[in-house]
């Protein structure tokens, strides 16, 4: 059974930095691709940046340069920094992890396995 676990969500003010977590258990960490998706009310699930299995990075256009996609093997943990928040950044943030190429890493249906999500919100 796969678990991914997210936290470090929160409110800060717009020019503000949050970090996110998610700690993913029941797998072999390392053979997985995982990313972090974002979705706003009424708005579709979006791919917001993605490590593939060997570590190469993908950024969504509208996160990059501000966000920064990592991983820690050795404590199964994704982390995502996210510098110089904008308003159009709030949203439940998802981690996720699967068996998917480095071209869908941003795509929300080629993963199997999801966290529970975590709400970030960013005050104008």
């Known amino acids: 059974q796969v678990q991914l676990v997210e936290s470090g969500g929160g409110s800060v003010q717009a020019g503000g930095s949050l970090r996110l977590s998610c700690v993913v258990s029941g797998y072999t960490y390392s053979t997985y691709s995982k990313g972090w998706f974002r979705q706003a009310p009424g708005k579709e699930r979006e791919g917001v940046a993605a490590?593939?299995?060997?570590?190469?990075?993908r950024y969504a256009d509208s996160v990059k340069g501000r966000f920064t996609i990592s991983k820690d093997n050795a404590k199964n943990t994704l982390y995502l920094e996210m510098n110089s928040l904008k308003p159009e950044d709030t949203a439940i943030y998802y981690c996720?992890?699967?068996?998917?190429?480095?071209?869908?890493?941003?795509?929300?249906?080629?993963?199997?396995?999801w966290g529970q999500g975590t709400q970030v919100t960013v005050s104008s």
């Open positions: 490590i593939g299995r060997f570590g190469s990075t």
């Open positions: 996720a992890a699967g068996v998917v190429t480095l071209s869908e890493v941003l795509t929300p249906h080629a993963y199997n396995y």
